[in-house]
């Protein structure tokens, strides 16, 4: 079995290294290309994959075929490999807003599709991501494609139509998680906290926090009010957080990200 990856940036990277770490295959067994060298030579280096600068070389030699290349370049990638492709190659798109229909019909052939929506926190064996299949894949291809997301963190099969919800959350939304966490350590250097140590302890805090919804399985606002003592510190915070529109700053970023996968 072979996996191919166009295009090795964040999230190309952030896959392979779920990927080795969850020893599915062998290290050369994956095949990756980029237009430019320097990133070829790093992930050749780490992790002992094959590299070449020709997408038609890693498009025609690879089972599983991921094209992680930015969604303005994918018309030309697609057209560049698309005669390349065996037909039995599982095509696997991670693009915001472009759906199977589009990519169907830019492949012109018939070809086995999944779009997917991962993460970067894939890098950390943590990801989320969503996929969806095309109707010529069957149970085989939903199992391979499970085995390969589930690598690098949990998968879920979602309605198309629930795309681009999914890019504005769990897409998008570790960029609003990080600027939290900025945000949480600022707060704590202004009352006197040394920096390394406030990223250090907000990262944690927001793990922690993570954990707890999951772990507990209850609604996160009963995590919340455990924290709240009454007349204590945490409700002071609550407040001036609603005072100033946090939640619906945060509805309206995963709403934006999600339009702008939309299309709109
Ligand atoms: N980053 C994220 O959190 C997520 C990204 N995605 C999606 O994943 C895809 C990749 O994103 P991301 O990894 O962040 O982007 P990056 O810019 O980090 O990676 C894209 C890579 O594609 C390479 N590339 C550009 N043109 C070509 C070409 N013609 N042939 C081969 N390689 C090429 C770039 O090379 P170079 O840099 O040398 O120009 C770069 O290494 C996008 O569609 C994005 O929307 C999906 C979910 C999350
Ligand atoms: O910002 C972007 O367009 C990509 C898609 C989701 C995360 N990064």
């Not at 879920?156 to 919800?165: G, K, N, P, Q």
């Not at 906290?193 to 944690?204: E, I, K, N, T, V």
Request: aromatic share 4%; glycine share 8%; net charge negative.
């Amino acid at each position: 079995m072979k996996i191919g990856f166009i295009g090795c940036g964040n999230m190309a990277q952030a896959m392979i290294k779920g990927i080795i770490a969850a020893k599915w295959i062998q290290n050369e067994d994956i095949l990756v290309s980029n237009h430019t060298s320097k990133k070829l030579e790093n992930v050749k280096e780490l992790y002992g994959v094959r590299t070449t600068m020709d997408n038609c070389v890693v498009a025609g030699n690879s089972d599983i075929l991921v094209l992680c290349v930015k969604p303005k370049v994918y018309s030309m990638i697609i057209e560049e490999i698309r005669r390349v492709v065996k037909p039995e190659t599982l095509i696997v798109s991670i693009a915001p807003g472009i759906c199977l229909h589009q990519l169907e019909t830019q492949f012109e052939r018939v070809h086995k599709i999944v779009r997917c929506m991962p993460n970067t926190p894939a890098m950390v064996n943590e990801g989320c991501t969503a996929y969806v299949m095309n109707t010529h894949c069957d149970q085989a291809d939903q199992q391979m494609i499970e085995k390969l997301l589930s690598c690098f963190g949990i998968a879920s099969c979602v309605d198309e139509d629930l795309m681009d919800a999914v890019t504005g959350l769990s897409g998008s939304s570790p960029a609003f998680v990080y600027m939290f966490i900025e945000a949480l350590a600022d707060g704590a250097v202004h009352e006197g906290m040394p920096r390394a140590m406030a990223y250090q302890f907000a990262a944690q805090t927001v793990l922690g926090s993570a954990k707890m919804v999951l772990a507990s399985g209850n609604h996160p606002g009963v995590c919340k009010d455990q924290v709240c003592s009454p007349a204590g510190t945490t409700i002071e915070g609550v407040r001036t957080l609603e005072a100033n529109g946090f939640r619906s700053s945060v509805m309206e970023a995963v709403i934006a990200a999600s339009r702008k996968s939309r299309g709109e």
